[in-house]
């Protein structure tokens, strides 16, 4: 019988738990951007078509911070229970960002309240302002943790020697290289994912033919017009991220492109399998297309794996996570631009139904694409925890019971998600578009006076 692998129980773990928490964080930071933008929109053009749908937005919000609030909490446990050692050390350096993180969510938590509970106590434009602080608290707890993750790639800010951490300086540590690419690409593609998923339930209302069409049709073309807005940003902002890695974490980018050889003019692989001799087959290949997003130009040079001690290379594998993250972000700007220009086209009334079928897809494609960029990050650092000084297998617990961890925490996001799940629908089937127009006396898109 194997011996127990404590190591490889607290990486599943902790990989589930980001999993299932990537979702609802996601939401999280991205939806209250879709919020403003639609009350915007509702006071300026005096459209309650947009009021409404900030109105209902912000109810399924607050579903998703609550189911957020609990998975976050569980990393928090999990990174002191399975990391102590990491904790021990990285701890110190970066404690500064994980402290201010709850000084955001409590801010936005504040003002989300009072912004639920506002909406016929002041005037539309006060009450937008509320939103502001909602936004900027949900942003700001993004940038916080995802400050430590850019640590964890790029540590700074102390000195470390014989396992004892000294010359500690937080706001070295939290503001190290990795962060002001990662940072930005989190949250730009957050709003991405976020205004894809509210672009899918408007386009599945739209193929079902239920509730309100001018409503869902608004839902639609502002989600859509935002998310490739973001998409665009995402995709620049990816470009610069690539750039970094190449000349910081080049053993990062080798491996998403299984490239082996240091050289120049170097293609970018898209798919292929990787045979045991390193030999590629049936991959797309982009002449020149690594060097240009590795160094801007054809004959940039690119730093291959077999530079990399084979104990310190991250697992080949994450090409497909980088691929398909990839794939999905230019797959969603493809059908964002095809919807608008079928907007614009004032004889093509209704939307296809294909077209609505694809925007459908392009919503869990998104978080898909959000969870394989993690992946992606996250194994691609490996075997490090913390770049250059501590190695995952040298920060895990070892205790022998992750595995009965793994399986109380698995249950327990089952739970949440089937109450995710009942809640939401639940809410939104009891009060429906078609009711709540009425009870705004709201008809043909204007209030009836």
């Not at 614009?344 to 998104?366: D, E, F, H, T």
């Not at 297998?393 to 109380?408: I, N, P, R």
Request: proline share 5%.
């Amino acid at each position: 019988m194997p011996a127990y692998d404590s190591v490889f129980y607290s990486r599943l773990l902790t990989e589930t738990t980001l999993a299932f928490h990537i979702i609802f964080a996601t939401i999280g930071v991205g939806v209250p951007v879709m919020i403003m933008l639609a009350e915007l929109a509702g006071i300026k053009r005096k459209d309650p078509y947009f009021t409404l749908l900030a109105r209902r937005w912000a109810r399924g919000f607050v579903i998703t911070v609550a189911i957020g609030v609990v998975t976050g909490t569980a990393i928090g446990l999990q990174l002191s229970l399975l990391w102590p050692t990491f904790m021990e050390i990285a701890g110190q350096a970066i404690a500064l960002p994980l402290f201010l993180e709850t000084f955001a969510f409590f801010i936005e938590a504040i003002f989300l309240g009072i912004y639920l509970y506002t909406w016929e106590r002041l005037k539309p434009m006060h009450h937008l302002l509320l939103l502001v602080p909602v936004v900027i608290g949900s942003s700001a707890s993004a940038f916080f943790i995802t400050t430590v993750n850019a640590f964890m790639n790029t540590p700074q800010g102390f000195s470390l020697k014989d396992g004892v951490i000294t010359n500690v300086r937080p706001i070295l540590a939290m503001f190290n290289p990795s962060m002001p690419t990662k940072v930005a690409h989190v949250l730009s593609s957050a709003y991405m994912t976020s205004a894809f998923i509210l672009a899918a339930i408007a386009a599945y209302s739209l193929l079902r033919k239920k509730g309100d069409i001018l409503y869902a049709k608004k839902a639609l073309k502002l989600t859509i017009t935002a998310g490739l807005i973001f998409a665009i940003s995402t995709a620049l902002i990816g470009d610069l991220s690539a750039k970094f890695l190449a000349k910081n974490q080049p053993e990062k980018l080798a491996a998403a492109e299984w490239h082996f050889e240091t050289t120049a003019n170097a293609p970018l692989i898209l798919g292929g399998i990787l045979t045991d001799n390193n030999e590629i087959k049936y991959a797309l290949k982009i002449p020149y297309a690594l060097s240009i997003l590795a160094g801007g130009t054809p004959g940039s040079e690119v730093k291959g794996l077999n530079e990399i001690p084979p104990d310190l290379r991250p697992p080949l594998y994450v090409h497909y996570f980088f691929d398909a993250m990839v794939a999905i972000g230019m797959f969603a700007i493809v059908v964002a631009i095809l919807h608008l220009w079928y907007a614009r086209k004032k004889s093509v009334k209704p939307y296809p139904r294909w077209l609505l079928a694809i925007i459908a897809i392009c919503g869990p494609l998104s978080m898909l694409g959000i969870q394989c960029g993690w992946f992606y990050a996250e194994v691609g650092r490996q075997p490090w925890i913390l770049r250059g000084y501590l190695k995952v297998a040298d920060a895990a617990t070892t205790s022998q019971h992750v595995d009965t961890m793994l399986l109380l925490f698995c249950l327990l996001y089952l739970v949440l998600a089937l109450t995710a799940v009942k809640v939401l629908s639940k809410l939104f089937r009891k009060n429906n578009v078609a009711d709540e127009l009425i009870a705004l006396g709201i008809v043909g898109g204007r209030i009836k006076k």
